[in-house]
């Protein structure tokens, strides 16, 4: 009989483990396929064909975890753009903006200062 702990691991969704990762830090946000599916134990295609089969993909996963890190980081911090985009492994912070307008509709800095207190 296997362990339960085991047992819990092998019915959480794939998508779900690289989320629980990359919010951990297990798995790095510039994390490459190979690596992700090394920390997961199970190869590149596996982790893609079961990703697919959940309906999403590691880039999708790895972009919104960025989102939502970018999102806390901007409403709690004065950290600029810039810096933000490369502690999400980002090469820069007009790259954090185009993913950032693509999904929000709004920029990091329209974004911020939607938390910042008017008088």
Known sequence: ?????????????????????????????????????????????????????????????ITQARLEKSRALLATTTLSVEVIAKMLGLSGGRTLAQIFIRKTGESPSQYRNSFTVQY
């Open 1 to 61: 009989m296997k362990a339960p702990e085991f047992q819990l691991r092998c019915n959480i969704e794939i998508a779900e483990r690289v989320r629980r990762g990359l919010d951990n830090g297990s798995i790095a946000l510039n994390a490459t396929q190979d690596q992700v599916s090394s920390v997961l134990i199970m190869s590149t295609r596996t982790l893609n064909r079961r990703l697919h089969s959940e309906g999403t993909s590691l880039k999708t996963i």
